[in-house]
């Protein structure tokens, strides 16, 4: 299995504001597969996804991506490890406000020895006429699909997308959905994206509800339809 | 990566263009402050080095009463010491200028041409540089020396008068009336023979060393070199000689009489061990005949026993006398008394008889026969009856008359009994007392007889210790003549010191004129090494402030680029670049200013050049320098913000991406009671707290700055008043060769230069010995016992010394300590004294009862000048106060205007942070319908109490710090004890320049405020 969770657990405070959050969850997602993990607010969903990027400490339990195990990683290894593993993107793109597009990207470029090749990210993500501007002078899709092709440039082997589309109108969305789609074809890029978003469940291969910190639902969609044709986004 | 990522910082440098200028600003006017006061101490410092080598600065020199002869030379330069003459005299020039005129040196203090040449002539001379520039003397100018032009063919310095003065003793150089001139060896001598001269020819000689001998072994060898009064024709040293060579008389005489007194005493001892002998002899025989003495007062003892019981006796028998004596008298007296009555009535028995014996005749002449009859019968028993009474009336008139006498003399009698009664018990207690006396007198002559013969122990050893008395008394007279003998030679090598040929002996190091230039800038050395150290803090502080500042803005963006697997180090070093190369640019420029351009070491060395005499110097550029200057602010820079930078990217990814701020404690406090306003303010005061404590910092940081600056001010200002103002003689006339009498209208004073030591100076303590009438210090009654003493407050405040306190001065040489108790300070800055009274500081330093060296007056007094070593007057001490203000002005305004320039850009950095972190609060309440105005009082005009509080806090704090350092670091090489204390003016003036300069950022910055666009900030967050 390429990405596994066993029995993770995992809480936030103390006495009266301890809050058990992931109460033993266990999930199992195939390499390239595209999965949806889906939840109210406050399920523990987004909880969920940076423990598996290593973002985030477990309480007991495993997670084993690609074969390492990262609740053993610590410091450095930890860094190693999401530097030749992961690609993040967040809901407020989080791109350095004072470098242009190309120069957002090219900041992760160098983080792999293999990286994908820019311009052709670029042009693939639509950016070639927006390379050279900063991230103020952008709109919000083309800020996402510029952290989106940051967060792809180093080849990554999981991309997880927390919220992805959270701060997008529904045509931008849709983009973007496509987008990520056509790099799963592309690259084979096993992706797993939080959303509370009910429609984008249709478009990926594997979908996880989540409630009050436990599994209520794991299935492979069988009846996936492709991006462009998803609705109420 | 890396590259892309300094893009970024380029950029954030654009951005933050006005914020990295003042910072800049900050970095470059502090390098530039620093290194330029570094530099020009050290410069000074390092070529005073390097032109002392180059010149060959003597090692010391020594002055002579008569020049040394070749052989005298010789005997020194033989050895592989270096000698030169340094002759000269003083020569009036002008009417009230002097010019020391020297002849031009050949191997030792050589002339530092600072502009022309050597004199080629014997009209030609070179002018010493500070007079040459203070009189707008040129090269090519003539100087007249008592008829003799000279033309002017150099300007040059000497190291051996790096301060130009007179005499030693002085305190400050004026250039405007005294220089020096170097002339042809030919013309020197000319020129002195015409005799115009201020003073004598001095000679002195300088010395080199060579490393062939020390200070002491020269010392010891000059000393050793003989002259003959004779050769000086200093006549007042020749006088000197006359009363030196007459208490030489004096103590030979008072050897002879104590040799004539040891001989005395050993015939005297002589004599008394003879008396002696005789004395033991005679106690020898008086114990011999003591029994016998006691034998007789025991018979003594024994009859005056016995005469006390006789006596006792006698007495008992008088007194049984006097009670019969009594007994009879008052017998006596009743039989008179008895006798009275009888012979009364015995009267009116011879009256009755007589009236019978009428009757009885006239009946007989009765015409009665009858009665005639018995009356004739009668007449005759009754004529016997009469006759019979009057036979028994007079032996009743005789019997009164014996029992009176009687009576009398019975009284006579017991009045007699009763004083011999009286006198009888005198004689009893008399012979009582006799007798207890002869029995005390028995066991005296007990006592006697034993201290008799302890006497005549006594005697004997007596005897013995007189014997041994009169030998001992005779060896001593003969060890006294021996003595005698050989101190006779000694009294001749004692005084002849004075014949030494020796007159002054100087070593390099504890002369005024030498090096003093880089003594004086170890000052500002010191001064320039604590404003780096504090300026390099602040402006790492702000820098600290600021990356926070940036790491909090772009939290999340770091913590995306984190969680992608970037390592902290590429983040750090991402952060740091741009601060670091600030830093390093900032820190060039400023020591490019510093080093290169007239505002920067040249015009921190222009305070010394204008004071001392130094050669043409070059700007060193030291490696320390270079390390303050272009090391330390980027590796500063480097070291804050990594350990800044590090402690904040410890955080997780995730904490960042959440840009979770650490609670800090005190900033969730409830506040109730207030208008909103004051309420939104503190709690604007709460959240920019570490700002608000910067811009304190700052503020601290620049007041040191300030008050190191003002502290110099008072000090220098306090030195021009207070010399002034304390100073009530008009002239001090210090002697060298002391007069008996004491000048008409001057008051005498016995002046004796001590040391003391603190903070690893050594500074003169005059101890000065005053009458009492001297009416120029107001010392009170000076103490009447040897150890208390009034110490000026210069000595007080340089010392910290307090009533009570015991503190001891060093002789000259070292080789003597002296403790006194300070008894009482008195308001004397003027000079650092110790009073005393004159005659208690006669006998302390061991002067004859009339001498003196010093006498005060308020007028000009008539004493010859070679008598003298030195004359102080009021006028010069004036003037040279004066001096410290215009040396130190430029030091003090370029650190205020530093200080305040500092504090102006620390405020705008922070205060400009503060707002635009608020910026998107700021557009918010604009939004909600705030006013500008409205929001400047929430957001800016909180600081005011800030900078109040900070204000309050930070000036009597840094006063207090500054006080404190100031002694020990900056004046302490400054023999003068003045406390900077400031006037409450002076901090209110303090403060209000805080305030105002406060609220020339408040209007900068307002404008600020003004210009945030809501919609702008809405749509950057968004």
């Not at chain 1, 997308?161 to 849709?174: F, Y």
């Amino acid at each position: 299995m390429f990405i596994e969770t066993k029995d993770l657990k995992k809480s936030y405070g103390e006495g009266g504001s301890f809050v058990q959050v992931l109460k033993g969850v266990s999930i199992k997602i195939e390499k390239g597969e595209m999965c949806v993990i889906q939840g109210t607010s406050g399920s523990g969903k987004s909880t969920l996804l940076n423990c598996i990027g290593g973002l985030d400490t477990i309480d007991s339990g495993t997670v084993s991506v690609a074969g390492t195990f990262i609740e053993r990683l610590k410091g450095e290894k930890l860094s190693d490890y999401r530097r030749d593993n992961l690609g993040f993107i967040f809901q407020f793109y989080n791109l350095v406000p004072n470098l242009t597009v190309r120069e957002n990207i090219q900041v992760c470029e160098y983080l792999t020895k293999d990286p994908l090749n820019i311009d052709e990210l670029i042009e693939v993500l639509g950016l070639t006429e927006h390379q050279y501007k900063f991230p103020s002078q952008l709109s919000g899709g083309q800020q996402q699909r510029c952290a989106i092709a940051r967060a792809l440039v180093k080849n990554p082997k999981v991309l997880l997308c927390d919220e992805p589309t959270g701060a997008l109108d529904s045509k931008t969305s849709r983009d973007i959905l496509v987008l990520l789609e056509k790099i799963n074809r592309q690259y084979g890029t096993t992706m797993l994206i939080v959303t509370h978003n009910n429609s984008i469940k249709n478009m990926v291969d594997h979908v996880i509800y989540i409630k009050d910190g436990e599994i209520s639902k794991d299935y492979i969609n069988e009846t996936k339809v492709p991006a462009s044709e998803l609705e109420d986004l | 990566m890396g590259w892309i990522l300094f893009k970024r910082s380029l950029r954030d440098l654009k951005a933050g263009f006005a914020r990295y200028v003042a910072l800049s600003l900050l970095i470059i006017f502090s390098i530039h402050i620093v290194v330029s006061l570094m530099g020009a101490a050290i410069t000074i410092i390092d070529c005073t080095e390097s032109s002392d080598s180059e010149l060959c600065r003597e090692d010391g020199e020594f002055s002579v009463f008569v020049p040394l002869r070749d052989s005298e030379l010789s005997s020194i330069t033989d050895k592989g010491v270096s000698v030169e003459k340094m002759f000269f005299f003083d020569h009036p020039v002008d009417g009230d200028k002097i010019l020391r005129v020297f002849k031009v040196r050949e191997s030792i203090n050589k002339i530092s041409l600072v502009k022309g040449s050597m004199p080629s002539s014997d009209d030609e001379a070179v002018i010493e540089r500070r007079y040459s520039e203070v009189n707008d003397i040129n090269v090519g100018d003539k100087v007249k020396l008592d008829g003799k032009e000279f033309t002017v063919s150099g300007i040059g310095v000497t190291p051996d008068y790096n301060t130009v003065i007179k005499k030693v003793t002085d305190a400050v150089v004026d250039s405007r009336y005294f220089g020096l001139i170097f002339v042809t060896p030919k013309a020197y001598d000319e020129l002195y023979a015409k005799g115009e001269n201020l003073s004598s020819e001095e000679y002195y000689y300088a010395y080199l060393l060579n490393g062939k001998m020390s200070s002491e072994d020269l010392k010891s060898i000059l000393e050793d070199i003989k002259f003959d009064v004779g050769d000086t024709n200093d006549e007042y040293f020749k006088e000197y000689w006359e009363r030196m060579t007459k208490r030489k008389d004096d103590l030979l005489e008072g050897i002879d009489k104590l040799k004539d007194g040891a001989k005395e005493l050993a015939d005297g001892a002589k004599e008394l061990s003879d008396g002696s002998k005789e004395l033991s002899d005679g106690t020898g025989k008086l114990k011999d005949k003591m029994p016998d003495l006691k034998k007789g007062i025991k018979k003594l003892d024994d009859a005056a026993g016995k005469f006390e019981k006789g006596v006792k006796e006698y007495t008992n028998g008088v007194g049984k006398v006097a009670s019969g004596a009594s007994s009879l008298s008052k017998g006596a007296k009743q039989l008179s008394d008895g006798t009275k009555k009888l012979n009364t009535g015995a009267k009116k028995y011879g009256t009755g008889m007589d009236q019978f014996a009428g009757s009885v005749d006239k009946m007989t002449k009765s015409d009665y026969p009858y009665v005639a009859g018995v009356a004739k019968q009668l007449s005759d028993p009754a004529n016997q009856l009469n006759g019979g009474y009057k036979q028994i009336q007079n032996g009743i008139s005789g019997v009164n008359s014996g029992a009176a006498a009687l009576s009398s003399g019975a009284a006579k009698f017991f009045e007699g009994v009763k004083k011999l009664n009286s006198a009888g018990k005198s004689l009893s207690d008399g012979a009582s007392a006799m007798h207890k006396g002869t029995t005390e007198l028995r066991k005296g002559a007990d006592k006697l007889s034993d201290g008799v013969k302890e006497l005549y122990d006594g005697t004997v050893k007596l005897k013995d210790g007189a014997k041994e008395l009169a030998d001992g008394a005779k060896e001593y007279a003969d060890g006294v003549k021996e003595f005698s003998d050989k101190a006779n030679d000694m009294v001749d090598e004692v005084f002849n010191i004075e014949t030494s040929n020796l007159m002054v002996f100087l070593e390099h190091d504890v002369n005024p004129r030498i090096d003093s230039a880089a003594d004086d800038v170890q000052i500002n050395l010191s001064a320039s090494i604590i404003f780096g150290i504090l300026l390099v803090m602040l402006f790492a502080y702000v820098i600290s402030v600021f990356i926070v500042h940036m790491i909090d803005q772009e939290s999340s963006v770091i913590g995306a680029l984190y969680s992608m697997g970037m390592k902290r180090r590429t983040l750090i070093f991402s952060y740091v670049s741009v601060p670091v190369i600030v830093a390093f640019i900032s820190g060039l420029i400023g020591t490019l200013i510093a080093i290169f351009t007239p505002i920067g070491i040249p015009s921190q060395m222009e305070d010394s050049l204008g004071y001392f005499s130094m050669p043409e110097m070059q700007v060193k550029i030291t490696p320390f320098l270079l390390i303050y200057g272009l090391v330390i602010p980027p590796v500063t820079a480097f070291i804050v913000n990594v350990l800044v930078i590090r402690k904040r990217l410890k955080k997780t990814p995730l904490s960042l991406l959440k840009n979770e701020q650490k609670a800090v404690r005190g900033r969730d406090i409830k506040i109730k009671g207030l208008k909103f306003i004051s309420m939104f303010r503190l709690r604007q005061f709460l959240r920019e707290i570490r700002a608000g404590l910067t811009v304190i910092f700052g503020l601290f940081m620049s007041l040191l700055v300030a008050l190191m600056a003002l502290n110099t001010y008072v000090y220098c200002n306090k030195v021009k008043d207070y010399y002034t103002s304390q100073t009530k003689y008009e002239y001090m006339y210090n002697y060298k060769y002391p007069t008996e009498e004491v000048p008409e209208g001057g008051y005498e004073a016995v002046a004796e230069g001590l040391q003391k030591e603190i903070y690893g100076y050594t500074f003169d303590v005059t101890v000065l010995g005053i009458t009492k009438d001297n009416p120029f210090f107001d010392t009170g009654d000076l103490p009447d016992n040897d150890t208390d003493v009034v110490v000026s407050s210069a000595v007080a405040i340089k010392y910290d010394l307090k009533v009570g306190d015991v503190f001891t001065l060093t002789g000259e040489n070292g080789d003597r300590m002296y403790a006194f108790r300070v008894s009482k300070i008195i308001d004397f800055s003027a000079s650092m004294m110790v009073f005393m009274d004159i005659d208690r500081t006669r006998k302390l330093f061991r002067e004859s009862d009339d001498y003196f060296n010093c006498v005060f007056s308020d007028h000009k007094l008539d004493i010859d000048g070679g008598r003298l070593f030195s004359t102080v007057s009021k006028s010069d001490i004036a003037r040279s106060s004066g001096v410290y203000v215009d040396m130190m002005g430029p030091m003090v305004i370029t650190m205020s205007v530093a200080s305040s320039v500092i504090f102006l850009v620390v405020m705008y950095l922070m205060v400009k942070m503060m707002i635009d972190r608020s910026s998107f609060n700021i557009s918010l309440v604009k939004i909600f319908g705030f006013r500008n105005k409205e929001v400047r009082k929430m957001y800016l005009d909180g600081n005011f109490y800030t900078i109040v509080i900070g204000a309050l806090i930070t000036i009597p704090l840094c006063k207090w710090i500054m006080d404190y350092i100031y002694p020990r670091y900056l004046v302490s090489n400054v023999g003068v004890g003045i406390s900077p204390t400031f006037t409450p003016e002076m901090y209110l003036i303090i403060f209000l320049v805080i305030i105002g300069l406060y609220l020339i950022i408040n209007f900068v910055l307002t404008g600020r405020i003004k210009r945030i666009n809501p919609a702008e900030v809405l749509k950057n967050r968004e």
